[in-house]
């Protein structure tokens, strides 16, 4: 399984960023998740959408962050809005959780000020 995050890049605090995660298998009926990570901490869950579409978020990113799902095209999303400088990490895809989990390699989100 292997798992494609793209999307990240440079923007400035108050844009908007569209991550999209491209799975090889599919994710119907599978939880999904995005996390981030900065220099230092540990990675932490920023967004997760269950097989219903039932979501999730941090407290940090409710009302900012949006997760969606196409099983169709096998792929996550995450819609980020009104971003802030401490929104800057790596951001990561999941699919599914516990020792069957896979992870994507990664995509930069730096916010500038």
């Known amino acids: 399984v292997q798992l494609q995050a793209s999307g990240g890049g440079l923007v400035q605090a108050g844009g908007s960023l569209r991550l999209s995660c491209a799975c090889s298998?599919?994710?119907?009926?599978?939880?999904m998740g995005w996390y981030r990570q900065t220099p230092g901490k540990q990675r932490e869950l920023v967004a997760a959408?269950?097989?219903?579409?039932?979501?999730n978020y941090a407290d940090s990113v409710k009302g900012r962050f949006t997760i969606s799902r196409d099983n169709a095209k096998n792929t996550i999303y995450l819609q980020m809005n009104s971003l802030k400088l401490e929104d800057t990490g790596v951001y990561y895809c999941?699919?599914?959780?516990?020792?069957?989990?896979?992870w994507g390699q990664g995509t930069q989100v730096t916010v500038s000020s």
């Open positions: 298998e599919s994710i119907f009926s599978i939880n």
């Open positions: 959408i269950g097989r219903g579409g039932n979501t």
């Open positions: 999941r699919r599914g959780v516990g020792p069957s989990d896979y």
